[in-house]
């Protein structure tokens, strides 16, 4: 049993601690109010989350967290409102040997306390952290990044028309810059704060629970994996269209695609199409273990599949599903394009494409991942839940590789709009095939690189490598020659490295 002290219990607090801590640590945590309770208690761990002025710091039976308000808040801060942030070097702690035993040398740090600043250099004091005393906000830099508070920022000051017309505060201190939506109407990627440090490919809760679990010695309850998850939006490149739609796009292939012209009379005699999940792809998912299959079945909106019959589509559905034997939580829904300006259009939408997909696979469908990562907070995850989906799966960036949300791990969705969390698990990725080679032109072996360093260090912090790769991707067909070596390596199991990470 952990006892907090805080000075005002919340929603937000319950949260952290009872939600996402006690899931992760594996301990139970009692909140009280009373300070002279707090003092007396025989309990083996005693945390003051508190602001510094207001406790004697030097009473050593307890470990202090600097507390910035946040958590007490039932509110969301304007936009431009900065965050203090800094970097601890925990190989250059006076009392270093306290962190030997973390599996990473640093500490991006969120909400400092501003006694614990170095004026100089801006830059937390390096030699004041230890296992008795963390000068930042850990609590609230968890909860900021696993609710997404800057994209409900972002979403209000977007929809108020709202352009910051001054560059610095009244401290001299960067004000960010409102980037709009980008051309399919998503949160952009260097909108993020991790994103503008450099924290985005570096798991910074996963780190924080790590730290704040030393500190009181206990380990996270963690395990690393690898889930390989697969989105389906053209599940044949040829196949089951009627002779106009394929004579047409015949015709199209000879004057913009002709390389393509062999490939398209090849499947016609082999009868074998390139975008086929076979047992030639399946080993990619059978190597990882746990994987994940999208499906989109729509018709209506933005969805290649809309040209093949549905008899046909269904028929390579349940191909696929007698392949792998698996159950309900193997397979997913990819919902179709989703509508910026009417919910109720959507979820009607959605319905019905729920429906239609457990009707043919017969199982009820309860993970989704959003088509494009068009995800839109709070009003896409709330979709969700209307029409039954408990695990969404669309946690991450289409135009940069990293952690959305700061964690590899899956945690319960908190809802700002209406301050309370939910029952919807949500599981973040970390990189995708079409990140790399659409948005950020990177070779084959770069992309694998990048795999390769986040795979390291979450093998290091028992981390969970979570990506997404399309059936195109694995086709080796054009454009996707040669990445489908690219995604096996991505399921390989890292290497052990003695050396720490950042």
Same mark, same amino acid.
């Given at each position: 049993?952990?006892?907090?002290?805080?000075?005002?219990?919340?929603?937000?607090?319950?949260?952290? !601690?009872?939600?996402?801590?006690? &899931?992760?640590?594996?301990?139970?945590?009692?909140?009280?109010?009373?300070?002279?309770?707090?003092?007396?208690?025989?309990?083996?761990? +005693?945390?003051?989350?508190?602001?510094?002025?207001?406790?004697?710091?030097?009473?050593?039976?307890?470990?202090?967290?600097?507390?910035?308000?946040?958590?007490?808040? *039932? @509110?969301?801060?304007?936009?431009?409102?900065?965050?203090?942030?800094? &970097?601890?070097?925990?190989?250059?702690?006076?009392?270093?040997?306290? =962190?030997?035993?973390?599996?990473?040398?640093?500490?991006?740090?969120? !909400?400092?306390?501003?006694?614990?600043?170095?004026?100089?250099?801006?830059?937390?004091?390096?030699?004041?952290?230890?296992?008795?005393?963390?000068? !930042?906000?850990? !609590?609230?830099?968890?909860?900021?990044?696993?609710?997404?508070?800057?994209?409900?920022?972002?979403?209000?000051?977007?929809?108020?028309?709202?352009?910051?017309?001054?560059?610095?505060?009244?401290?001299?201190?960067?004000?960010?810059?409102?980037?709009?939506?980008?051309?399919?109407?998503?949160?952009?990627?260097?909108?993020?704060?991790?994103?503008?440090?450099?924290?985005?490919?570096?798991?910074?809760?996963?780190?924080?629970?790590?730290?704040?679990?030393?500190?009181?010695?206990?380990?996270?309850?963690?395990? @690393?994996?690898?889930?390989?998850?697969?989105?389906? *939006?053209?599940?044949?490149?040829?196949?089951?269209?009627?002779? #106009?739609?394929?004579?047409?796009?015949?015709?199209?292939?000879?004057?913009?695609?002709?390389?393509?012209?062999?490939?398209?009379?090849?499947?016609?005699?082999?009868?074998?199409?390139?975008?086929?999940?076979?047992?030639?792809?399946?080993? #990619?998912?059978?190597?990882?273990?746990?994987?994940?299959? =999208?499906?989109?079945?729509?018709?209506?909106?933005?969805?290649?599949? +809309?040209?093949?019959?549905?008899?046909?589509? @269904?028929?390579?559905?349940?191909?696929?599903?007698?392949?792998?034997?698996?159950?309900?939580?193997?397979?997913?829904?990819?919902?179709?394009?989703?509508?910026?300006?009417?919910?109720? &259009?959507?979820?009607?939408?959605?319905?019905?494409?729920?429906?239609?997909?457990?009707?043919?696979?017969?199982?009820?469908?309860?993970?989704?991942?959003?088509?494009?990562?068009?995800?839109?907070?709070?009003?896409?995850?709330?979709?969700?839940?209307?029409?039954?989906?408990?695990?969404?799966?669309?946690?991450?960036?289409?135009?940069?590789?990293?952690?959305?949300?700061?964690?590899?791990?899956?945690?319960?969705?908190?809802?700002?709009?209406?301050?309370?969390?939910?029952?919807?698990?949500?599981?973040? @990725?970390?990189?995708?095939?079409?990140?790399?080679?659409?948005?950020?032109?990177?070779?084959?072996?770069?992309?694998?690189?990048?795999?390769?360093?986040?795979?390291?260090?979450?093998?290091?912090?028992?981390?969970?490598?979570?990506?997404?790769?399309?059936?195109?991707?694995?086709?080796?067909?054009?454009?996707?020659?040669?990445?489908?070596?690219?995604?096996?390596?991505?399921?390989?199991?890292?290497?052990?490295?003695?050396?720490?990470?950042?």
């Amino acid at each position: 049993m952990v006892l907090l002290f805080t000075h005002q219990n919340s929603q937000r607090i319950h949260y952290i !601690f009872n939600a996402v801590l006690s &899931v992760r640590l594996g301990i139970t945590f009692q909140i009280t109010n009373d300070w002279s309770f707090f003092q007396v208690s025989k309990a083996e761990i +005693k945390i003051a989350y508190t602001d510094i002025q207001t406790l004697d710091t030097d009473f050593k039976d307890y470990l202090w967290v600097y507390n910035e308000g946040l958590l007490m808040e *039932d @509110f969301i801060r304007d936009f431009s409102m900065p965050i203090s942030k800094g &970097v601890y070097d925990l190989q250059n702690q006076s009392a270093n040997s306290e =962190f030997f035993s973390l599996p990473f040398a640093q500490i991006e740090a969120l !909400f400092l306390a501003p006694t614990h600043v170095n004026n100089h250099t801006n830059q937390p004091k390096d030699d004041i952290l230890s296992k008795k005393f963390i000068p !930042f906000d850990m !609590f609230s830099e968890i909860f900021w990044c696993i609710s997404r508070y800057e994209e409900y920022q972002w979403e209000k000051a977007i929809s108020n028309g709202e352009t910051p017309n001054i560059n610095f505060d009244n401290n001299g201190q960067p004000l960010p810059k409102l980037i709009p939506e980008d051309a399919y109407g998503r949160y952009p990627a260097k909108q993020s704060l991790l994103f503008q440090n450099g924290w985005l490919e570096t798991p910074i809760v996963d780190k924080l629970i790590w730290l704040f679990g030393h500190c009181i010695n206990q380990t996270p309850l963690d395990q @690393f994996e690898i889930i390989a998850t697969a989105d389906i *939006d053209m599940a044949l490149r040829y196949g089951g269209r009627t002779i #106009i739609t394929w004579f047409g796009s015949f015709l199209k292939d000879i004057f913009l695609r002709p390389n393509l012209i062999l490939e398209r009379f090849k499947t016609l005699v082999s009868q074998k199409d390139p975008y086929q999940m076979d047992l030639a792809t399946l080993p #990619i998912l059978e190597v990882a273990k746990t994987h994940k299959l =999208f499906i989109l079945n729509h018709r209506v909106r933005t969805d290649k599949n +809309k040209q093949i019959s549905s008899k046909t589509l @269904f028929r390579e559905i349940k191909s696929i599903r007698e392949q792998f034997n698996g159950g309900a939580e193997n397979w997913g829904l990819h919902p179709s394009w989703q509508s910026q300006s009417n919910q109720s &259009v959507t979820k009607k939408e959605w319905e019905w494409e729920k429906t239609e997909l457990e009707k043919n696979i017969n199982t009820p469908v309860k993970h989704a991942r959003l088509h494009y990562i068009h995800l839109r907070l709070p009003g896409s995850y709330q979709i969700l839940q209307e029409i039954g989906i408990s695990h969404d799966w669309s946690m991450g960036y289409p135009d940069a590789i990293g952690f959305r949300a700061g964690t590899s791990k899956s945690y319960l969705w908190y809802d700002l709009s209406q301050e309370k969390y939910s029952g919807l698990n949500i599981h973040p @990725f970390c990189i995708m095939d079409v990140t790399c080679k659409n948005y950020l032109g990177l070779t084959h072996n770069i992309s694998i690189e990048k795999s390769d360093s986040i795979k390291q260090l979450l093998y290091l912090m028992r981390g969970t490598f979570c990506f997404i790769f399309h059936n195109e991707s694995v086709s080796n067909s054009f454009p996707w020659k040669g990445w489908k070596n690219t995604i096996i390596q991505w399921v390989k199991q890292p290497i052990s490295n003695p050396i720490k990470p950042q």
